[in-house]
């Protein structure tokens, strides 16, 4: 029997480091304001493109965060960028974006415009370090905001504590817990530990704290 193809179709889910890379935003107005926004808390180096560009996008320049061009695109302004943004109304404008960002081998987002993308950017839940990436491959962006709002109501603030108090307890895992396969063990209990995370939710540190300190004492006492 003539095994069937497992490939897929559509984006491939990834988490980009964008912290100090070039990125350039083309236009000026609240889609590129948005941009701007996220991209600058993830640590981007960016680069407006737009004639005009709205206040918020102006105090940014006065204060050094981003840098602005006021003049239209050119193809050279993707020379070594990383990725790029086009949010202008014009269709010319953004076709010459994508063809640019295909010459120089840069990530582009037309943004409305899925043909003339090469990623998307996702709808995100952040609970401190634990993210929730939710994407529907730009088939109903509002079906993506429905899960988010759902991701956001099961998944509370809890659970960014919970993963910052998890993250501390590994020197002790590590230290006290001989072997790999022990340690594997250690961590999914307590990442189990619906007790604790309850705990955490009512700002009882302390309590949490001593409950996963007994349970690793019982894994390093039984060998894991």
């Excluded at 809890?158 to 961590?187: D, Q, W």
Aim: proline content about 4%; aromatic content about 6%; hydrophobic content about 40%.
């Amino acid at each position: 029997m003539q095994k069937q193809s497992m490939a897929l179709t559509g984006y491939y889910p990834v988490s980009l480091l964008v912290k100090h890379k070039p990125c350039v935003i083309v236009g000026g107005g609240v889609v590129a304001q948005r941009k701007v926004e996220t991209l600058l808390r993830y640590g981007a180096k960016i680069a407006v493109i737009s004639p005009e560009a709205r206040p918020a996008l102006a105090q940014l320049t006065k204060s050094g965060k981003i840098r602005w061009l006021r003049r239209s695109f050119r193809a050279t302004d993707l020379r070594g960028a990383w990725l790029v943004y086009a949010c202008t109304d014009d269709h010319h404008v953004n076709a010459a974006v994508f063809r640019a960002a295909q010459r120089h081998r840069v990530l582009a987002n037309i943004v409305d415009v899925p043909e003339l993308c090469t990623f998307i950017a996702t709808s995100q839940v952040k609970r401190g370090g634990l993210v929730f990436s939710i994407t529907t491959s730009g088939g109903s962006p509002a079906l993506a905001k429905r899960v988010r709002q759902e991701v956001e109501r099961v998944f509370g603030p809890e659970y960014g504590r919970f993963l910052s108090f998890l993250n501390r307890l590994r020197p002790s895992v590590m230290r006290r817990i001989a072997t790999p396969a022990a340690r594997k063990r250690v961590f999914t209990r307590l990442a189990r530990r619906d007790d604790i995370l309850e705990l955490l939710k009512r700002g009882r540190t302390q309590q949490a704290r001593a409950r996963a300190e007994h349970l690793i004492a019982q894994a390093s006492n039984h060998g894991g």
